[in-house]
């Protein structure tokens, strides 16, 4: 099946840093979103992509769906310590995310004090 | 934003038997996903549960094994049949919004 490779896969950081984090694949995919899931909980939807090209901000966040179609990344600055988490990139291969989700491994994001 | 619950939020069940999970959106989504996330783990795909007609599995997962229900457009079912211990898991459903899928909370599954 296809796959993810998302890195990195954690990153100690210090409160206040900027954060990046990407995905690629060896097949195109028409949509790109990142995820954050915090313990127990279910992802949460931060950002969706359905543009080569197409870079978008949601408050601190911003992402871009790289003009391949293989690959996105994902930015967050002045990290802030609810910021803690696990980072998700998935992808789907069809337009407007109507089939299922194929996932990267994630990026555990630890922030120190 | 759908809102997405699940029922039970986590059990602990006995090799042999098997395990219901349901799943419940807020409002009306035209497609409802199945995954799977083992611990300390990303997602899996399980299945596209489809309203009204048998379910659609990725490769790897069964119907015998994980069959599943969707009666309407707000509701699912899955069940994990004849669980071992491999089967423990985080099962999450999703729902597809506005062209973007939305999760539940997952339901915790703990097999002795």
């Known amino acids: 099946g296809q796959q993810l490779n998302q890195s990195p896969q954690s990153m100690f950081i210090q409160e206040g840093e900027d954060v990046s984090m990407n995905c690629t694949s060896s097949?195109?995919?028409?949509?790109w979103l990142w995820y954050k899931q915090d313990p127990g909980e279910g992802p949460v939807l931060l950002i969706a992509l359905y543009k080569a090209g197409e870079l978008t901000s949601n408050g601190r966040l911003t992402a871009q769906f790289g003009i391949t179609r293989k690959d996105s990344f994902l930015n967050i600055s002045a990290s802030i310590p609810s910021d803690v988490g696990i980072y998700f990139c998935?992808?789907?291969?069809?337009?407007?995310?109507?089939?299922?989700?194929?996932f990267g491994k994630g990026t555990h994001l630890i922030i120190q004090p | 934003s759908a809102v997405i619950s699940q029922k039970p939020s986590r059990d602990i069940c006995q090799r042999g038997t098997s395990l219901t999970i349901q799943c419940q959106v807020d409002s009306q989504v035209t497609m409802m996903f199945w995954y799977r996330q083992q611990p300390g783990q990303s997602l899996t795909l399980i299945a596209t549960?489809?309203?009204?007609?048998?379910?659609?599995?990725e490769s790897g997962f069964v119907i015998d094994k994980f069959p599943i229900s969707r009666p309407n457009l707000t509701f699912s079912t899955l069940t994990v049949s004849n669980m071992s211990p491999e089967d423990s898991s985080i099962y999450l459903c999703s729902g597809l919004d506005n062209n973007e899928q939305f999760f539940g909370p997952g339901t915790r599954l703990t097999v002795l």
């Open positions: 998935a992808g789907t291969l069809t337009g407007g995310g109507a089939d299922g989700l194929t």
């Open positions: 097949s195109i995919f028409n949509t």
């Open positions: 549960a489809n309203q009204g007609s048998e379910a659609t599995y």
